[in-house]
Structures are given as structure tokens and as C-alpha cells.
């Protein structure tokens, strides 16, 4: 048997240490150790399939991309560079060209099943879930199945909001795999879609029974317990939810759970610091919290978003800088009902409009058209395509012509506040209802000033959305479009919402139709406004 040349023996001893590098996190080394081999073996994409992880490692996912597609000009028969670029691709938000990766992948190893499942998942977070039904079946009709696949594949489907066939596909794979954890958390909420929210739970407490550190199903127990009214549970569990904070740069982080304050003692007599997370309606939710912490607290500062100190001021009780020279406690605003030990609701968090922006907001609206005034949005939350946020579950859309012809008999001048409208939303809008309307998404941009509009409004219809919280503040009511499943603050089921007296809910059917929640809408509207 011949011995290889020595380069060969050195290139794969070094190849062995840059492997042992990375599984030690350190990429820096074992970065120079791949580069190492690409110098001494030039004919294999081994070396730089090596340095493209330890880039990435890095935190330098761009180069890692460029290694990549450097590398696969060199070998375009590479599957293996082929797949990890579309890793990488993916794990970078590129969906569509992350898929094109996978199917390159898939063309050179038909049978590879870790491609098949990355192509569904590109696929679905690109929101392109019909194309990821069919490579998913695709693949199984060929391989059979596995409990990989039948779980990417119900996930596709509860994204496209196909609830009972997720439910269908995810039991299969679940009879595969009784331990796949993905299985049943998405069984759990596709169960959950259905309306069945006993099973759900179910599921849910069964999967954390033998993953008791997962935080996803802790998060997504917290929302039914939460929407069933379960409150001393299920603000706990709430604790394990993803969030965003200011200092992360954007980014949805896991919460961890012990962290912050455990009980009302740990904030008796501190000096807390509120610190704003995740979107500026959710803020604006806990600081309905805020007036209780305040009366046990020696002191407490609200550390958020600056827009949201525009519209709240330096009023009493609350600093805008900590105490000088003493420690703070520091509490996302999320977390404030489990550390005070909340069993029920509190009103919202007081909010009042600056008196010369309602008198502009008044100008405005009357050079528009004549009253009464209606706003109105059709869209709220980050589409799963767009969001840094694992699972994206609450983006919250009404078809913008399904909504106008509800609107259309409406007297007065319609006025839509829906935020980043797509142009092709707008003009269906326009188009179905028939006249006019007045676009002033622009308003979102300066809280005050949406205030004053908001202040001025005869009516408001639209889905969740931070304006909801700002009209609850106001003391103002609205009409609310609940889509399946509802966001906790609505509840599972009901014409109201303990949180927000006075809104009126408007519920998708079980169905997902919305006919009869338009139909309730407008006799909401027809009983509210004069012609």
C-alpha cells in the first residue's frame, strides 16, 4: 500500500486541528489552520469549506458567504459547499437564493434528507409555503418519510394557515418520532389554530415534561394560559419569552427566565429601572404595571425607546436617570406582572395629547373631508419573511378589499393609519371602497402627532396594532379585527377584552373566514355613526 505524499499528510493533520479548533470555539486558530491546508491541497474543497466555518464562527457570515461562492467557482460539483452556503444564505435572511443552494444540493445528492428539510424551511420563512409543500411531498413520495420532513412540512402548512392538515401531518410525524420535539410544538400550535386550546395546553405541558428548559413551548403555554385568563400561572411562563431590547441591536433574544426579579420583595424599597422591549404597544401595555411598582418602590426609572418618552414625559412618579450613586434593580417591562405577582387586570397606562396637536390634528382631518372621521389599518406586526423573531407568530393581516366593502356604506372621511401600507394594499383599499381616502401613514412616524389624530377620531377599525394602545391610553374605545388565534390580550373567545373596556371585537371565524366578523363590524359602525 502506498504511502500519500507528505503535503496530503500534513494538509489532513491540519485539517484534523482545525476541526478540533472549532469544536473547542476557537475559530481564530482554526481558521489559520484550514488556510494552512487549502495551501497544500488544492484539489478538494475541504480546506475551504473549513475556513468558510470558522468565518462564520466569527461572526463574519459576509466572508463566509464569499468563501463559499469563491470556492464553488472552483468546485461547482461541491454539494457540500452547496448546502453550507445555503446555510449560511439562510441564516443571513437570503431565503430565495438559500433555496436555490438546497436544490443545487438536492440535484447533486438526490437522497439528502438535511437539504430537502433547509429547503422547506428557506421556503416557508420566505413565505413561498406552496413551493415548500411540494418539495417536501416531493421528497417523500421518493424517500419515504421521516419525522424531519412530515414536521417541516406541517409547519409550511400551519404557516399558510392550513391548520387541520398541519395537524394531520404533524401527528404522522409524531408517530415516527414520539420525541420529536419540533413535532409537538408545532402540533401544539397548529392545535392551537383549530381553537382547541385544552389540547394544545396538552401538548405543550407533555413536551416541557421531558424538555423542561424549553423555552418556545413555556412562551406559547403563557399565551393560552394568559388568553384563558390564568394569570399567576401565566405570567411565569411568560418570563421565558423571546424579546427585544435596545442594547441587542435589534435582535429577539431568549429571555432568561431567572433573571431580573423573582417576587415583590426584590422590588420593595429599590430603586428599579423599567427597561423598554420589545415592540412599542407591548411597552406600552406593561406600563399599566408601572403606577403599582411606583407605590412600593423607592424610586423608578422608565429606560425606553425615546418615541415613547415623547408621548410620556418627565411626569411624577417616574425619573428619566436613576438615582445618583445608588444600585438600581433592573426589570424588562414584560416581566414587571410576574415580579409584582399580578392575578388579574390593571387599567391602561394614562396617556393625554398635546393640546396644539389636536388642534392641528383637527385642521387636518377637516381639509380631508367632512365627519365623522374614521381610521383605519388592515396589517400590524412583522411579517415572518422580514422578522428577526423566532416563529413570528404574531403578524396580524385583514385583506384591505374584504375590509373596504364592510366600510363602504360608512358616512364621512375614512382615514387610513396603516403603517408602511404596500402600495398594491392601498389601492385595492381605495378600489373597493369606492371614494376616497386619506392616506396618513406618515403619522406613525411622531407619536405626538398621532395622538392628536387619534384624539380626534369618531371611530378606529383595524387589527392589533400599537394604535390600540394609544387609544386605550387616550380612554377611547375602537373595533377590533381578532384573526385565528387571537393575541392573549383578546382572549381565546368573546365580544370584549378585560384589558381594553370599551373595544369592541370583531373575531375571524374558526373557518378563517372574516364575513361574519365584517357583518358585526358594520352594525358596529351603522349603530355608531349618523349618516
Known amino acids: 500500500m502506498t504511502e500519500p505524499p507528505s503535503s496530503e499528510r500534513d494538509a489532513a493533520a491540519l485539517m484534523q486541528l482545525g476541526v478540533a479548533h472549532l469544536e473547542a470555539k476557537r475559530a481564530e486558530d482554526a481558521e489559520k489552520a484550514f488556510r494552512a491546508a487549502a495551501r497544500l491541497v488544492r484539489d478538494s474543497p475541504k480546506p475551504g469549506l473549513g475556513i468558510a466555518a470558522s ?15 469563491k470556492l464553488l467557482q472552483a468546485f461547482p460539483s461541491s454539494a457540500d459547499a452547496w448546502f453550507n452556503l445555503g446555510n449560511f444564505l439562510r441564516r443571513s435572511r437570503q431565503f430565495d437564493e438559500a433555496a436555490r443552494c438546497y436544490r443545487r444540493t438536492l440535484a447533486l445528492r438526490p437522497d439528502d434528507e438535511a437539504a430537502c428539510v433547509n429547503l422547506g424551511m428557506a421556503l416557508t420563512l420566505g413565505e413561498r409555503f406552496a413551493e415548500a409543500e411540494a418539495a417536501l411531498r416531493e421528497f417523500t413520495a421518493q424517500h419515504g418519510e421521516s419525522a424531519d420532513v412530515l414536521c417541516n412540512l406541517g409547519q409550511a402548512l400551519r404557516y399558510a394557515r392550513r391548520y387541520e392538515e398541519a395537524a394531520q401531518v404533524l401527528r404522522r410525524a409524531a408517530v415516527l418520532s414520539p420525541a420529536h420535539v419540533g413535532a409537538q410544538l408545532n402540533l401544539a400550535l397548529a392545535t392551537s389554530g383549530l381553537g382547541d386550546a385544552v389540547s394544545a395546553e396538552k401538548l405543550l405541558r407533555e413536551l416541557l415534561r421531558r424538555e423542561p428548559q424549553h423555552a418556545q413551548a413555556h412562551a406559547h403555554l403563557a399565551e393560552l394560559l394568559l388568553g384563558t385568563e390564568r394569570y399567576a400561572e401565566g405570567w411565569v411562563e411568560y418570563r421565558w419569552r423571546d424579546v427585544h431590547v435596545e442594547r441587542e441591536a435589534g435582535r429577539w433574544v431568549p429571555q432568561d427566565p431567572g433573571a431580573g426579579p423573582r417576587s415583590i420583595a426584590d422590588l420593595r424599597g429599590a430603586h428599579v429601572v423599567v427597561k423598554g422591549e420589545q415592540g412599542l404597544g407591548d411597552v406600552l401595555f406593561f406600563l399599566r ?5 411606583a407605590r412600593i418602590a423607592a424610586s ?44 388579574g387586570t390593571a387599567p391602561a397606562f394614562a396617556l393625554a395629547a398635546d393640546p396644539e396637536q389636536t388642534r392641528r390634528a383637527r385642521r387636518l382631518l377637516e381639509s380631508l373631508g367632512p365627519a365623522p372621521y374614521v381610521g383605519v389599518t388592515w396589517e400590524a406586526g412583522t411579517r415572518l419573511r422580514d422578522s428577526s423573531k423566532p416563529g413570528a407568530e404574531l403578524h396580524k393581516r385583514i385583506d384591505p378589499a374584504a375590509l373596504a366593502g364592510a366600510l363602504a356604506d360608512v358616512p364621512g372621511t375614512l382615514v387610513s393609519l396603516q403603517r408602511n401600507p404596500a402600495p398594491e394594499d392601498l389601492a385595492r383599499f381605495r378600489a373597493a371602497l369606492g371614494r376616497p381616502v386619506a392616506d396618513l401613514a406618515d403619522t406613525n412616524k411622531d407619536l405626538p402627532s398621532l395622538l392628536g389624530v387619534l384624539s380626534c377620531l369618531d371611530r378606529y377599525v383595524g387589527v392589533s396594532n400599537t394604535n390600540m394602545h394609544l387609544l ?48 358585526s363590524l358594520k352594525a358596529s359602525l351603522d349603530s355608531g355613526l349618523r349618516k
Open 55 to 69: 468565518l462564520a464562527a466569527r461572526g463574519r457570515s459576509d466572508e463566509a458567504i464569499a468563501q463559499l461562492r
Open 289 to 293: 404595571f408601572a403606577e403599582a411598582l
Open 300 to 343: 423608578v426609572t422608565l429606560d425606553l425607546d425615546p418615541r415613547l418618552r415623547d408621548i410620556i414625559g418627565e411626569r411624577p412618579p417616574f425619573r428619566r436617570e436613576p438615582a445618583s450613586g445608588e444600585p438600581a434593580v433592573e426589570v424588562l417591562a414584560g416581566s414587571l406582572p410576574a415580579a409584582l405577582g399580578v392575578t
Open 472 to 519: 386605550a391610553g387616550l380612554g377611547l374605545g375602537a373595533d377590533v379585527l381578532v384573526p385565528v388565534p387571537p393575541e392573549w390580550r383578546w382572549l381565546r373567545a368573546g365580544a370584549e377584552s378585560p384589558w381594553f373596556p370599551g373595544f369592541r371585537l370583531h373575531r375571524e371565524s374558526a373557518d378563517l373566514s372574516w364575513s361574519r366578523a365584517l357583518a
